[in-house]
């Protein structure tokens, strides 16, 4: 079994914290640094400041032994051998990463470096972001002798996170150098040998013992653009399903049939291809506007990359109409929208597609209640609660006396609804579903008007109950 190593993580938020978490583990000695005073005081006491699936429970396994967490980046990155930025990469305004985060913490890392380190980009970054760290650290005075800068792209799914990083479908190493390699081969040892998932208190997955997780080295700049077209080509099954879903709408089909007949295709696959609002998230919107950008400094045309783009916005439209058809007009109308996260099992809002339609609800003159498992802390701050923006404590409490219930979240308490309760809370039986989480025919049986995407509406006749009409 190899040696543990030691390892700095420079951020703790979705991707930082559950590198950091997963490292330990794994067995290694982990520090985690954060510039935020409050996270970190959380995180040493035992809060956990995101919510995601086993993460809690790895913590509080390794917080007295395996992982510290700290605010002093110089004393961490003196301590250990590999360093992981995995700091913030948002969109700037011409579609570019600021890597403005990325650079102020490896100018950090230059004044501390007193021996030789493995420098590894765990953010979301463009090609030959690996040249530039290296370009500042020389400009600090860091000898080249004395590191190696590596690409290590994440493909971690939120709510899914801590099973993907130890259960990974592959991990993609990119060094420009075979000592690099070599720490990232120990770094990793644990689940390509196959050591961790022999211990009797491993996390269960899709690796074993004998079906290690595999390993892929490469050029730092093919690491850095496999993370950008893996997430591209996702966002391209996302929208092309969606694309195919009008279609099928405007011909009496049902997406969820063709979707089932073209995953069934192994060269295909069923994953992705679920119709809907679209993606959001701090991932795919993102990196599908970074990857367009670099391809257009590089003069290479990808105008796929803008048509994905353009698909995903416009079947928010699409939806948004498809609640304007269901209700003629929307100004005093109440409407229960169930889910506030960009999918479910996270409490992560970034590009969320229903606080999006919330928003153009809200500027229509409706009154929404909302719901959401995990979310609406975060939701509160962007949708402050007002005369006509509410928050409630469960489904049935937002849907009570409502003129229709929106789902706009995938998560599993939304597809397991009481639905004759339900019936009996709402003012008009209307249900207007954007992740498709029921079959039509289960509605109608239940007196709903049933509106969903990609498939026939189903309109029935109702009587509502009576209440004032608030203006």
Request: proline share 4%; hydrophobic share 45%.
């Amino acid at each position: 079994m190899s040696q543990p190593v030691s390892i700095c993580v420079i951020g703790s938020g979705y991707v930082g914290l559950v590198a950091a978490a997963c490292f330990a583990e794994m067995g290694h000695r982990v520090l985690c640094v954060d510039n935020d005073e409050a996270k970190v005081k959380t995180l040493c006491e035992g809060g956990v400041p995101i919510f995601e699936k086993h993460l809690p429970e790895l913590l509080a396994r390794h917080r007295m032994g395996g992982i510290d967490f700290t605010v002093d980046l110089a004393s961490a990155v003196e301590q250990c051998e590999v360093v992981f930025i995995a700091v913030g990469t948002p969109q700037g305004d011409s579609g570019a990463a600021d890597l403005s985060f990325v650079e102020a913490v490896v100018s950090e890392i230059a004044r501390s470096i007193s021996g030789y380190k493995v420098i590894v980009e765990k953010s979301t970054v463009p090609v030959y972001t690996n040249e530039w760290i290296s370009r500042v650290l020389q400009r600090h005075g860091v000898a080249p002798s004395s590191f190696d800068v590596v690409s290590n792209p994440e493909f971690l799914r939120e709510g899914t996170a801590v099973v993907d990083f130890l259960h990974p479908d592959r991990i993609v190493v990119g060094a420009n150098s075979e000592r690099a390699a070599q720490v990232m081969r120990r770094v990793y040892a644990p689940l390509t040998e196959g050591t961790y998932y022999a211990q009797p208190d491993a996390l269960q997955g899709a690796c074993s013992a004998s079906r290690p997780a595999p390993l892929v080295v490469t050029s730092a700049q093919s690491a850095e653009l496999i993370k950008h077209a893996s997430n591209a080509f996702l966002a391209l099954k996302i929208s092309f399903i969606n694309a195919v879903a009008n279609l099928a709408e405007a011909v009496d089909g049902d997406i969820q049939d063709i979707a089932a007949g073209m995953g069934l295709d192994t060269r295909i696959g069923p994953r992705f291809l679920r119709a809907g609002l679209g993606y959001g998230g701090s991932c795919f919107p993102k990196d599908v506007a970074a990857f367009r950008w670099v391809a257009q400094q590089r003069g290479v045309e990808f105008q796929l990359l803008d048509e994905i783009r353009k698909i995903n916005e416009r079947q928010k439209e699409i939806f948004f109409n498809k609640v304007l058809s269901a209700l003629w007009t929307l100004r005093g109308k109440r409407l229960a929208a169930l889910g506030l996260a960009y999918k479910g099992d996270t409490d992560d809002i970034r590009e969320s597609p229903a606080i999006d339609m919330i928003k153009r609800l809200l500027a229509s003159g409706a009154l929404v209640t909302a719901y959401d498992p995990a979310a609406m802390e975060r939701a509160r701050e962007v949708l402050p609660a007002s005369d006509r923006m509410g928050y409630a404590s469960g489904v049935f409490e937002a849907a009570r006396d409502a003129d229709a219930v929106l789902i706009l979240t995938d998560w599993k308490e939304f597809a397991n609804i009481d639905l004759v309760r339900l019936n009996q809370e709402v003012r008009f039986p209307i249900v207007i579903d954007g992740r498709n989480l029921y079959q039509p025919q289960v509605m109608h049986d239940h007196g709903f008007t049933y509106v969903s995407v990609g498939r026939p509406a189903i309109y029935q006749a109702q009587q509502g109950k009576p209440r004032s009409l608030a203006i």
